[in-house]
């Protein structure tokens, strides 16, 4: 009778190996099935300085470019601008800054470059991060470029809410109208 417990235990010891072998082997064919990710053969890079700086209402040009450096032509690729508030750790609403958000690429050949050039107007005074993405079709991994950095200045401006113009002809006027009426007074004095 001692070797029943023995034997059930060496059966449910194999059986357990047997379990586990066949889970291993099928979570390796899963792993075949699965289509591997091939690299994105997509290069992007900002020409541009690390650090664009200028005063809000100032126009800078962000340079860069995007190589297909696979052995094959890549067509309908879009690329596009992401800008972050750094400060505020938000992303940014580009409507403002660049009325180009998305350039859109047909067909990039194998080994082509190609420049990239974006007009951004720095709206608001701050500290921002810029990357260029690019999304070919068919891909679900899009390629991020290198990150240039926005230093934005406030404006000065010297007539807030056109204030001057009140604030220089009230004092003005004022003084019109006094000597005008120490004219009239002195006028009438002497006749």
Known sequence: MSETPSLRSRFRA????????????????????QPSSAPNPLVIEILSPDLLSGT??????????IVNAGPQALSDITTYLSLVDTQNKMPVDLEDWSAERGLFIGTIESRQTLPLFWKIHFVKAGTYELVVVANP???????????????????????????????????????LLFLIATYKRQRRETS
């Not at 194999?14 to 099935?33: F, H, M, Q, R």
């Open 14 to 33: 194999w059986l357990c190996l047997a379990v586990l072998a066949s889970g291993l082997g099928a979570l390796g064919l899963a792993a075949e099935a």
């Open 56 to 65: 809000a209402g100032d126009y800078v040009t962000v340079r860069a470019q």
């Open 137 to 175: 079709a068919g891909s679900r991994t899009p390629q991020v470029s290198t990150m240039t950095r926005f230093q934005v200045s406030p404006k000065r401006n010297l007539n807030p809410g056109q204030v001057l113009p009140v604030a220089l002809g009230t004092p003005l006027v004022l003084i």
